[in-house]
């Protein structure tokens, strides 16, 4: 269409779009329209949510010295269950906005094609996206028109944070790790887990990770378990890092659903009724405000999911020192055994995230097929650079 022709698709420049792509945010929301609306305030980078990814390009499409739509995409080496060979270089696309006054004129589909031709010329085996479940438009234009296929669906986790005291069972010990005692046990125990990052030791050691923690019960004389490669093992323990997302990006909700609201209202009223009842209060997400990620969540004995629970709450009482931290958020495989454990609220949670996968080589057609037959329910990866 001639439309379309007028259009340049190109890579972001800094220096002239950034107040643009300001712009195009601002007017473009990320949820489902009918529901909610949450703004992301990327306190003047746009670039931030993959700039700490090891390659990463933006692109946009900019018309009549507009910016009208805009896609990122990042590109790093996990693991995949495809033996023999079980490592591949995989594209992350994220962030595909049009803005509302140009959409279904197929920009989407050519910034879409044009992040898979960057993939391709840095030799990407596979590109994925992820979406939620019920977005009807970003599945059928990347399922039914672009050729992916649904992957995987895993379940993000969301809790506000609660600011009551926290208080850990006594015969549970937590303890913080050093980067490289953290990387070992990375390597050790989830390098066999899907999508777990051939480069774990950036992320442990990026400003952005607070730290991983490990917690065990007492068994006797606990005093030499070390968690390192000569250290003792415990029967029963787990672990979890912490990612500070808000370093990079505040989030803002507009338009709550009544139940948040009614929610909102209904716990003040409650506690200055009865105050000894102590509910959480729903935290104000109508300011910007940040959250943690727990990344890298593990456990292994009879109870680590007790061990992940006080993990989880032990993350909250950190947060609660943080100035805007408002949520605890996770992304877990939909299967993981670990799941039933995470504090959540299902008002603010997705029960089921939408992966979606594309093979970029011929070689990967037929590995793609055994990839997306049947869904494991073993653990997901979830890499906190691609939150």
Same mark, same amino acid.
């Given at each position: 269409?001639?439309?379309?022709?007028?259009?340049?698709?190109?890579?972001?420049?800094?220096?002239? %779009? &950034?107040?643009?792509?300001?712009?195009?945010?601002?007017?473009?929301?990320?949820?489902?329209?009918?529901?909610?609306?949450?703004?992301? %305030?990327?306190?003047?980078?746009?670039?931030?949510?993959? &700039?700490?990814?090891?390659?990463?390009?933006?692109?946009?499409?900019?018309?009549?010295?507009?910016?009208?739509?805009?896609?990122?995409?990042?590109?790093?080496?996990?693991?995949?269950?495809? #033996? #023999?060979?079980?490592?591949?270089?995989?594209?992350?696309?994220?962030?595909?906005?049009?803005?509302?006054?140009?959409? &279904?004129?197929?920009?989407?589909?050519?910034?879409?094609?044009?992040?898979?031709?960057?993939?391709?010329?840095?030799?990407?085996?596979?590109?994925?996206?992820?979406?939620?479940? %019920?977005?009807?438009?970003?599945?059928?234009?990347?399922?039914?028109?672009?050729?992916?296929?649904?992957? &995987?669906? #895993?379940?993000?986790?969301?809790? #506000?944070?609660?600011?009551?005291?926290?208080?850990?069972?006594?015969?549970?010990?937590?303890?913080?790790?050093?980067?490289?005692?953290?990387?070992?046990?990375?390597?050790?125990?989830?390098?066999?887990?899907?999508?777990?990052?051939?480069?774990?030791?950036?992320?442990?050691?990026?400003?952005?990770?607070?730290?991983?923690?490990?917690?065990?019960?007492?068994?006797?004389?606990?005093?030499?378990?070390?968690?390192?490669?000569?250290?003792?093992?415990?029967?029963?323990?787990?672990?979890?890092?912490?990612?500070?997302?808000?370093?990079?990006?505040?989030?803002?909700?507009?338009?709550?659903?009544?139940?948040?609201?009614?929610?909102?209202?209904?716990?003040?009223?409650?506690?200055?009724?009865?105050?000894?009842?102590?509910?959480?209060?729903?935290?104000?997400?109508?300011?910007?405000?940040?959250?943690?990620?727990?990344?890298?969540?593990?456990?292994?004995?009879?109870?680590?999911?007790?061990?992940?629970?006080?993990?989880?709450?032990?993350?909250?009482?950190?947060?609660?020192?943080?100035?805007?931290?408002?949520?605890?958020?996770?992304?877990?495989?939909?299967?993981?055994?670990?799941?039933?454990?995470?504090?959540?609220?299902?008002?603010?949670?997705?029960?089921?995230?939408?992966?979606?996968?594309?093979?970029?080589?011929?070689?990967?057609?037929?590995?793609?097929?055994?990839?997306?037959?049947?869904?494991?329910?073993?653990?997901?990866?979830?890499?906190?650079?691609?939150?």
């Amino acid at each position: 269409m001639a439309f379309d022709e007028k259009i340049e698709i190109r890579s972001y420049n800094g220096e002239i %779009d &950034r107040v643009r792509m300001e712009d195009l945010e601002r007017r473009c929301e990320v949820g489902p329209a009918e529901h909610v609306f949450l703004f992301t %305030d990327t306190m003047g980078d746009p670039i931030c949510r993959i &700039r700490n990814s090891p390659m990463f390009n933006m692109l946009v499409a900019e018309l009549n010295n507009e910016i009208v739509g805009v896609i990122q995409g990042s590109i790093k080496v996990v693991t995949v269950q495809n #033996p #023999p060979k079980n490592l591949a270089k995989i594209g992350y696309i994220l962030g595909l906005r049009v803005s509302p006054q140009h959409r &279904r004129k197929g920009i989407g589909s050519r910034l879409v094609h044009h992040i898979e031709e960057w993939f391709i010329s840095n030799q990407v085996d596979y590109a994925y996206m992820a979406t939620e479940k %019920d977005n009807a438009a970003s599945v059928k234009l990347f399922v039914n028109k672009l050729g992916y296929v649904k992957f &995987r669906t #895993p379940a993000i986790l969301v809790h #506000p944070v609660d600011h009551r005291p926290f208080s850990g069972p006594s015969n549970v010990e937590i303890v913080k790790l050093k980067i490289d005692q953290a990387e070992l046990l990375y390597r050790n125990f989830m390098s066999s887990t899907e999508f777990f990052p051939h480069d774990m030791d950036k992320i442990l050691k990026n400003k952005l990770s607070l730290g991983t923690w490990v917690a065990y019960l007492h068994e006797g004389d606990s005093s030499g378990y070390q968690f390192s490669e000569d250290g003792r093992i415990p029967n029963s323990w787990a672990m979890l890092s912490v990612w500070n997302s808000g370093e990079l990006f505040k989030l803002r909700i507009e338009k709550p659903p009544l139940s948040c609201f009614l929610h909102s209202k209904g716990t003040r009223v409650l506690n200055r009724v009865l105050p000894f009842i102590k509910v959480p209060l729903m935290p104000d997400f109508f300011n910007p405000f940040g959250f943690y990620f727990m990344y890298g969540l593990y456990g292994e004995g009879p109870s680590s999911g007790k061990l992940v629970k006080t993990l989880c709450k032990f993350v909250h009482s950190m947060a609660k020192e943080s100035r805007d931290c408002k949520i605890i958020v996770t992304e877990i495989g939909g299967g993981d055994k670990l799941k039933s454990y995470i504090p959540h609220w299902n008002l603010l949670s997705c029960p089921k995230d939408l992966w979606c996968i594309k093979a970029l080589k011929n070689e990967g057609t037929n590995t793609l097929q055994e990839l997306t037959k049947d869904s494991p329910t073993g653990a997901l990866f979830v890499d906190p650079r691609e939150v």
